[in-house]
């Protein structure tokens, strides 16, 4: 009868210590993300401070960049889970080379009615009337670097006028403060810029506008793009998405809805305004002035990334054979959004 206690009781204590591991709370995953100070990083900014990614159990320690092509470095290397950026010759030519790194979720677009990119010239030559891209032959034009999303922009520009590359002279300045920098100095005649720094420059007084790039076409600019090792781990890759999902949503429905032809402020717009200007830094009315458009679902302009790479290939800054279906993997998206529906 003792030894039926006893095992009794061993029993009791092993159904015990078996049903307390079960009932642990789930352990917080930690996940890497390189970033730029710009509005269209809005999403992540928004997935951070409504717990969207904390109800997914995910812990996200933001690494800050200064330009787009060390983002993709570091996330090819898995020095950093996922990069949040824009697309270039640099991510592709990775990709065409063997690296693993995968376009997985709209983060910014060009699109018609919206304000994300520009071409803009210092006001001293707008006053003297170069007041279009034709004007500006000869002239100097500054972007981030050779192969960048700044470089694709002023081509396809010029190139939608009849114009080329060789048209102008072109002066990588590597970082977005150096590009302002130089147009306020008057190094550079006229520059690419994304917001909010488009409304800082206008609002400043030292250049304006000749043209916002969704004029001229259908861009898919930035994207999230995944690491080999996130790519890998399945289920913080979904979890990742299914709370940038529901940040994009968030981002949309506040800032993005129009009537008429007009934006119309949603009911978080205010709220939105102040989590951009917590992280970006910027003043809001320069916020206010230029929020770029992104799809409500975070999904990819997909049919956009084989053209970009037909573009970079034809301008010789792709150096192997690349098509879309290699660099672009929409499963993962797909997968979350299943589970939010």
């Not at 950026?85 to 919206?114: C, H, P, W």
């Not at 590009?179 to 420059?201: G, H, R, T």
């Not at 930035?222 to 949503?249: C, H």
């Not at 717009?269 to 230029?290: C, L, M, Q, R």
Request: proline fraction near 3%; charge should be positive; aromatic fraction near 8%.
């Amino acid at each position: 009868m003792k030894n039926k206690i006893i095992i009794a009781l061993i029993i009791c204590l092993v159904l015990s210590l078996f049903l307390a591991g079960c009932n642990k709370p789930e352990q917080s995953k930690k996940v890497t993300i390189g970033l730029l100070k710009l509005t269209s990083s809005a999403p992540v900014f928004i997935g951070i401070e409504k717990g969207f990614f904390k109800d997914e159990k995910l812990d996200i320690e933001v690494k800050w960049f200064d330009a787009a092509h060390p983002i993709a470095v570091a996330t090819a290397s898995n020095q950093i889970n996922i990069g949040a950026t824009g697309i270039t010759a640099s991510l592709f030519n990775m990709v065409a080379g063997g690296q693993k790194l995968a376009i997985v979720a709209d983060k910014g677009r060009e699109q018609k009615g919206y304000s994300s990119s520009a071409l803009v010239v210092r006001k001293d030559l707008w006053d003297q009337g170069i007041r279009n891209i034709n004007d500006l032959k000869g002239k100097k034009i500054g972007i981030t670097q050779f192969g960048s999303t700044f470089n694709y922009m002023i081509g396809r520009i010029l190139e939608a006028k009849g114009m080329s590359l060789q048209d102008v002279e072109i002066v990588p300045l590597a970082k977005i403060s150096a590009i302002m920098a130089a147009l306020q100095s008057k190094q550079v005649d006229a520059v690419i810029l994304n917001e909010p720094n488009i409304s800082k420059v206008v609002a400043a007084g030292y250049g304006k506008i000749i043209v916002p790039v969704s004029a001229v076409m259908d861009y898919q600019t930035s994207a999230i793009f995944f690491s080999p090792d996130i790519m890998k781990d399945k289920a913080a890759a979904v979890k990742f998405l299914k709370g940038y999902i529901k940040a994009t949503r968030y981002y949309h429905d506040a800032v993005l809805n129009r009537q008429d032809g007009k934006i119309i402020p949603g009911k978080n717009y205010d709220e939105v305004i102040d989590i951009i200007a917590k992280y970006t830094k910027a003043p809001k009315a320069d916020i206010k002035s230029g929020l770029p458009y992104m799809d409500r679902d975070g999904e990819l302009l997909i049919k956009d990334i084989q053209t970009q790479i037909d573009w970079y290939t034809a301008h010789k800054m792709i150096q192997k054979p690349l098509n879309a279906g290699q660099v672009v993997n929409t499963a993962l998206w797909k997968d979350a959004l299943a589970q939010l529906k």
